[in-house]
């Protein structure tokens, strides 16, 4: 068996292909700490939240959440995970993980003072919310910031089908999410959000 890997390994080198990362428990749960930095206390969880038998499944304490961590065999990258029963998938995980990035980067930018990139980004996805995006226009415009969640707040207006401007109406925007209010008012979940995410003014913005 010994040999007959040896002269696998022979053939790849020789043929030029790079052999296939494997992971072990260990490399398991650095892949998972890089997904989850607040992860802590790994134990096993064998195959009872997935049950593919080419995954190594951990289970984390997740910041008082149950976390279970699947990482493949081969690809040594997190595929899977589950928060309290929720799954997510490898997309789900990569577009969460982006999130967190753009959340970080305005964290550095509004602590540095230099809020027109953030300001900017925001503009451009609330303006997608619009039935005609290029014709958004903006009014009343202040950066919240809560726990360290950079939020544009303010009130925005587009032109509907007939091309005249339908008024404006209140929105948020953040690397979690963005929400603009329908053309009817507001509703009690929007209220709510826009109570959360923008009571802790921090700035003026254009």
Known sequence: MKKLIIAMAAVQMALGVAAAPVANRDS??????????????????????????????LEFNYMGAKLVCSVGKTSAEVEEASVMGRKFSKADLKSSQEKRQSNEQAVGQIAGGNWKSFVANAKISTSKKLQNPQSAR??????????????????????????????????????????????????????AMVDEFCSSKFADAE
Do not use: H, W
């Not at 650095?30 to 080419?54: E, G, I, N, W």
């Open 28 to 57: 398991a749960i650095k892949a998972c700490l890089k997904t989850f930095p607040d992860a802590a206390s790994p134990v096993d969880d064998k195959m009872r939240t997935f049950a593919q038998d080419d995954r190594i499944n």
């Open 138 to 191: 903006f009014k009343d415009l202040f950066i919240s910031n809560v726990d360290e969640q950079p939020t544009l707040c303010g009130k925005i207006d587009g032109k509907n089908e007939a091309g005249a401007y339908s008024g404006y109406r209140a929105f948020y925007s953040n690397a979690a999410s963005t929400l603009v209010a329908a053309e009817t008012g507001q509703s009690p979940m929007f209220k």
